[in-house]
């Protein structure tokens, strides 16, 4: 890239050579990604992974979108970008998990008012981290620079992700059966959902970030909202090798338990919770509090505390907690699938 610069381009605002950086910077932690089947580096006009079908009978590839939100806030706020990249790829990779599908490789988008290596480069760890977790490739992404469209400071961070399922263990929710229980694996925080609202009901824009608070047991406030979304790839992945029925998985996000876990059950079926069976983290609190909401728009809105909740066959819970145990999950049986056409009902029991 020796002569590629360009004064003209330079003075519109666009800095060609703070691209090249920050390849040049992202490179390692890309490369902590690889696994078997990244045919190519970075730095190419496309990604190219080669997929192991061997013991697939009918393979089918699934994908998931997302990007972090105005989380993205929080993170500018602070001035630390190295997490919000474990967000991205969380939002994606938790979604096609859902189907039962091991995530392949990922892909990233960054849009950023001035190119900023080691901020880019600091941005794609956290991506690379989040691909660590998930098992799978970070083979590509982009970077694009928009001056007088964004302010300096100011990015926006999206991806997406494919992954594999054989047609046959597809989870797609039809087996769910009245009796099965309901597993809820605990969330990190308020994961990457909602931040809108988090915004407004904590008046974060004045708020202080970085003091310990009372109500978060010691923590900053922009210690707890930055914490990244959990990714639950791995513990799923361990209850399906262990030979556990999973009857459906709902990632629980945006529009929270009223939009999300009917999603995962056939018509004639709905989920019966117990919000007492799973704690509630103090930030939701501190959320409902201050902005004074209502039970019913938080557990609309947030996770509160569940990131992911599962179907399985009654008789199996005992396996299905110890397997997710094992694999370093808190999870607890927080309910039932039951008859009729309600979605979810929320109870204390």
């Known amino acids: 890239m020796k002569n590629s610069h360009s004064e003209a381009y330079a003075a519109a605002g666009v800095d060609i050579e703070a691209g090249y ?5 992202m490179k390692p932690f890309v490369e902590r990604t690889k696994i078997p089947g990244v045919v190519s580096g970075i730095g190419g006009f496309g990604g190219l992974f080669a997929p192991d079908l061997s013991g697939m009978r009918e393979p089918v590839f699934v994908s ?3 990007g972090v939100g105005t989380k993205l806030r929080i993170a500018q706020l602070l001035g630390k970008h190295d997490t919000i990249g474990i967000d991205c790829v969380a939002m994606c990779v938790n979604d096609i998990i859902c189907c039962g599908a091991k995530p392949l490789f990922f892909l990233d988008y960054i849009a950023i008012g ?4 080691q901020k880019v480069a600091n941005i794609v760890s956290g991506v690379a981290e989040g691909c660590v977790q998930a098992g799978c490739a970070l083979i590509g992404g982009e970077t694009a620079e928009h001056p007088g469209v964004m302010a300096p400071d100011d990015y926006d961070l999206a991806g997406f992700a494919v992954g594999v399922v054989d047609r046959t263990k597809i989870i797609d929710g039809s087996k769910a059966a009245v009796g099965d229980a309901l597993i809820g694996l605990v969330s990190s925080g308020v994961h990457s959902n ?4 988090v915004r407004k009901a904590l008046d974060i824009e004045h708020a202080s970030l970085t003091a310990p608070m009372d109500e ?4 900053s406030l922009g210690e707890v909202l930055l914490a990244p979304t959990k990714i639950y790839v791995k513990a799923v992945l361990a209850l399906l090798e262990g030979g556990v029925g999973l009857h459906g998985a709902s990632h629980v996000t945006g529009g929270g338990f009223y939009e999300n876990i009917p999603r995962m059950l056939p018509d004639g079926l709905s989920a019966n919770v117990n919000v007492g069976a799973f704690p509630r983290l103090p930030i939701f609190d501190l959320i409902q509090n201050r902005g004074g909401i209502s039970d019913h728009d938080m557990f609309n809105t947030f996770n ?4 992911m909740v599962l179907v399985v ?3 199996q819970v005992k396996t299905a907690l110890s397997i997710l145990a094992a694999a370093g999950e808190n999870a607890y049986r927080v309910g039932s699938v039951v008859e009729g056409g309600e979605g979810v ?3 204390l029991e």
Do not use: I, Y
């Open 114 to 117: 001035k190119n900023e290596a």
């Open 345 to 347: 009902r929320l109870c």
């Open 194 to 197: 909602g931040f809108s609202l």
């Open 216 to 219: 978060l047991a010691g923590k």
């Open 64 to 66: 998931g979108t997302d």
């Open 21 to 25: 950086e920050g390849v040049r910077l």
């Open 313 to 315: 066959p009654e008789e």
């Open 304 to 307: 509160m505390g569940l990131g």
